[in-house]
Nanobody, 122 residues
């Protein structure tokens, strides 16, 4: 098991910003590619962004490109998701995930956090 703990969610007005954090507890996070996913009520979990184990490459869903930034600090075993220019449609539970493969498919990530709620009001 690889425990992942997210934090940083909350309620924000449209146009505002939040930064999510995900700590990889008890493990060296540099072993894993990391991803952020989100799930809105009644919808399937969807890919938001991912980053390679070294942090050298990132990838984003088209819906967040230019607004969200994924980064990592392997010395702190932490991955971040900086979310700017938030929209009401960004409202969801956000999950971080770890895996050796990375990518946009949830099946490539065996380890998941418990999720943190992000609510964007209009």
């Amino acid at each position: 098991q690889v425990p992942l703990v997210e934090s940083g969610g909350g309620l924000v007005q449209a146009g505002g910003s939040l930064r999510l954090s995900c700590v990889v507890s008890g493990r060296t996070s540099s072993r894993y590619a990391m991803g952020w996913f989100r799930q809105a009520p009644g919808k399937e979990r969807e890919f938001v962004a991912d980053i390679t184990s070294s942090g050298g490459r990132t990838n984003y869903a088209d819906s967040v490109k230019g607004r969200f930034t994924i980064s990592r600090d392997n010395a702190k075993n932490t991955v971040y998701l900086q979310m700017n220019s938030l929209k009401p449609e960004d409202t969801a539970v956000y999950y971080c995930a770890a895996g050796t493969l990375g990518g946009q498919d949830t099946r490539r990530y065996p380890y998941w956090g418990q999720g943190t709620q992000v609510t964007v009001s209009s």
